[in-house]
Structures are given as C-alpha cells and as structure tokens.
C-alpha cells in the first residue's frame, strides 16, 4: 500500500498535485475537511462530536480527529494507498497517524513537502482569489498571517520527519508538469 503526506505552505500547489498523484497511482484521498464535512453531514457520533468543539470555536481533538480518519480507511478495504491531506499538522498528530496505520499493519511510505518562496505563494494566492472569489485569499494580511501560522505549527512536522529516509523536498516553483514529473520520479524510485 503506498500512503503518502503532502505538505507544504496554503498556495503551495497541494490539491493541484494531490489530484495527479492519486490519478496516476489510483490513490485515494483522505482531507480531514472532507472527513469533517461528511461526518457533521451524516450527524456521525464523530461528527456530531466535532460540531461541538467547533460551534464553540475549539479545536477538534486529535483523537476525535484520528477516530474519524481511522473509519474513512476502514470503508477503503481494497485501496491501493492513501493520500493524507491536511493532516498530520502536528507532532503529536503525526504520532498518531504512525499509531493508527501501524494498527493496520501499514506506515508512512512518502512525505511530500512542497517549497515554496513567500513571495510566490503571495502572487498565487491573490491570483486564487481573484479567480475563485475565496475571501481568505483576496488579503495580503490575511494571506501572510496563514503563512506565518502553517510556519509556526506545520512547518515542525519537516524536522520530525526529515530523517525518516522518507522525507522528500520537492521545489514546488515553476510549472506544473515539471513539479509533477519531479514528484513522480520520488514515487517511482519508491516503488521499484
């Protein structure tokens, strides 16, 4: 099974090669959001648990969290592997999940983290908020503040992991196609 991290800054271009990856390596795709989403939606026990730590504008536990992402693997008995979006965003997290797949007789097998200068990720980011109309994009404050905070609590997770022997830096400037054939190689090298 190939489980694969991809992380890096907002605007770093994640969704757009999360979606060729899970193309071309017939992955399937766990966003925490998602799950969140679709839980809330079904009123889950989990979901309905969630909605009351974020009615109340409060982090969802990490074990809640993990619980919901442990029954989204579960209803994917035949997968090929994963692609885990938007978590781990902890250390703590990051334990977890190493818990919870090594339940299931799995591990991590890539982390993908994505570079990209502050700079660039300002011009993408606007750019993606003219276009898509997302408000938490069309401010350059608002923009820099999520940088800093993905710098102050994400950004950790590439000393936990750097030493793994699974740890990848992908320079994530430049076009699309080049990122995505780097990207590809590190995938392919894992797999032979």
Known sequence: MLNIIIFGPPGCGKG??????????????????????KNIKEKSRLGELAKKYMDHGKLVPDQVTIDMLNDEIN????????????FPRTIDQAKALDSLLSEKNEKISLILSLHVSE????KRLLLRGKDSGRVDDQSEEVILNRINIYKKQT????????????FFQINGEGKVNHITDDIFRVIDNYIE
Request: net charge negative; aromatic share 16%.
């Open 75 to 86: 209803n994917y008995k035949d997968s090929n592997g994963f692609i885990f979006d938007g």
């Open 155 to 166: 950004l950790v997770l590439k000393d936990y992991y750097e030493n793994s022997g699974y």
């Open 16 to 37: 757009t090669q999360s979606s060729l990856i899970i193309d071309k390596y017939n992955l399937n795709h766990l966003s925490t959001g998602d799950v969140f989403r």
């Open 119 to 122: 700079k660039e990720l300002l």
